[in-house]
Structure formats: structure tokens, C-alpha cells
């Protein structure tokens, strides 16, 4: 059964919740939480800590004032965890000083996460700056992988999904075998540590969906990067960086 709500996380932006018991309700889910496709998207993976202070700064400016507005004209979506810590929290970060107007779908197991007015005990708090949520069974961190990459194909319809890997640790390398899995082209962020730096040292891994950006030298060109894998030359001919 959906069950589906506004709830306000932190006093000043309602966000729109469904939760979910099957995944055959995705689809009613996603209508009712007035989501709609297809449309290229952008699906997050990475640490929930474990970023250093600068980076992090560096993160949040890059995608403040590349990715955030690079999507916006693109009328794309941003799938992620949805808890207010790492990388989630420097995308909602990032959408509220853009000002962007697109869809930040957090997704993420009911049982890892705590609504507003539920104990602080119970689970991670959501990150105020994502626009929607949809929560789906589960007890554990790594429940919500496989809820991922059926959201963002269900709102991408036959439009394109990226994967976007920054830092992460042992959840994430199950993100990135779901998106290898289902062909879905993925972009490491060299420089940022964790899952994403080892990747990108592991020859086994390099194949043709698999691209890397080295974050200290070509930081600037992660929007332009991400559109080309978003948005590709409909003639099949590779996009200009």
C-alpha cells in the first residue's frame, strides 16, 4: 500500500514522502508524488562522511554553480540517498543556494531514516533541501540500492541515467555494481577519495560505460561532462567536452 504526505523537514520547505511496500508501486508512487517523465537523470552515490572539509567546500561550489544549473536546463532529476549527511547533503546544499527548480529524489529504506516528528533515536535525519522522498522496506543501509536504480529508470523512461560516484565506501561499490549491471554509464569523481578513488585504480572496472573525471584537474568541466552522458549526440557521435 503507498501511503503519501507533505512533511516539513526543517520549518521551511515541505517536501512531498510516499512510502512504498512493492515495487510495483513505484510507478503510482512516483504520479502521486507528482513526478513525471521521461526525463534525463542523475542518480548520486557516495559517502554519507568520510569527505574532507575541502573537498567538500569544493564539491558544494561545483555543483552550486555547474550542476545544479546545468540540470535545471535540462529538466533532469537528481536521485540519491536523501539523508542529510555527505554527498546528500552537499546536493541539497547545492539546490537551495541554485535556486534550482528539478526534482532531488532522496530514496532510502524506511527503517534507516526518521521522519520530522519521530525520536531522534529512531534513524538519520532527511536532508531539507531535496524536494521529494520515497521511502521503501527495509532495516539496513543498502536496502534502498536496488529502490535506486528503479526510480530513476521509471522516471528516465528512454531518456538516459547517469551514475555520478563520488568518495563512498562499502554501500557504495554495491551502487556501482547495480549501475554496471544495468548498463547505465558511470562517472567516477577522482580526488574524492573512498569507493570512487579505488575504482578508478581498478583495471578490471574500465569498460565503456565507465568514465572518470579527475576532480583537482578538470573539476570545472564536471557539468559539461555529465550533460555529454546526460544528453548524447542523437547522430551516435561523441558530445564535445
Known amino acids: 500500500m503507498i501511503g503519501h504526505r507533505w512533511v516539513n523537514v526543517d ?28 526525463r534525463p537523470v542523475l542518480i548520486s552515490v557516495g559517502g554519507a562522511s568520510g569527505l574532507d572539509a575541502s573537498t567538500g567546500r569544493r564539491l558544494l561550489d561545483l555543483f552550486r554553480s555547474e550542476l545544479m544549473p546545468m540540470l535545471a536546463r535540462l529538466g533532469a532529476a537528481v536521485v540519491d540517498g536523501g539523508t542529510d549527511a555527505g ?16 526534482p532531488l529524489i532522496g530514496v532510502a529504506a524506511r527503517g534507516t531514516v526518521r521522519l520530522p516528528e519521530e525520536l531522534a533515536d529512531r534513524g538519520a535525519a532527511l536532508e531539507p533541501g531535496h524536494t521529494h522522498f520515497v521511502l521503501v522496506p527495509g532495516q539496513r543501509w543498502g536496502d534502498e540500492v536496488p529502490w535506486l536504480g528503479a526510480v530513476a529508470d521509471l522516471l528516465a523512461g528512454d531518456c538516459c541515467a547517469v551514475t555520478m560516484v563520488t568518495g ?5 561499490e554495491r551502487d556501482v555494481a ?34 572518470v573525471l579527475d ?7 564536471l557539468g559539461g561532462r555529465l550533460r555529454a552522458l546526460l544528453q548524447p549526440d542523437p547522430r551516435g557521435e561523441p558530445a564535445a567536452h
Open 11 to 38: 520549518g521551511r520547505s515541505p517536501a512531498r514522502v510516499a512510502e512504498v511496500d512493492d515495487r510495483l508501486e513505484l510507478g503510482l508512487a512516483l504520479e502521486q508524488l507528482g513526478l513525471d517523465g521521461p
Open 168 to 172: 563512498g565506501g562499502r554501500i557504495t
Open 215 to 221: 576532480l583537482d584537474q578538470d573539476g570545472e568541466r
Open 87 to 102: 554527498i546528500m547533503a552537499l546536493m541539497g546544499q547545492a539546490r537551495r543556494a541554485a535556486s534550482a527548480d528539478l
Open 178 to 211: 547495480a549501475s554496471l549491471a544495468a548498463n547505465r554509464p558511470t562517472l567516477l569523481l577522482a580526488g574524492t577519495g573512498g569507493t570512487a578513488d579505488a575504482l578508478v585504480n581498478r583495471r578490471n572496472l574500465h569498460s565503456r560505460i565507465v568514465s
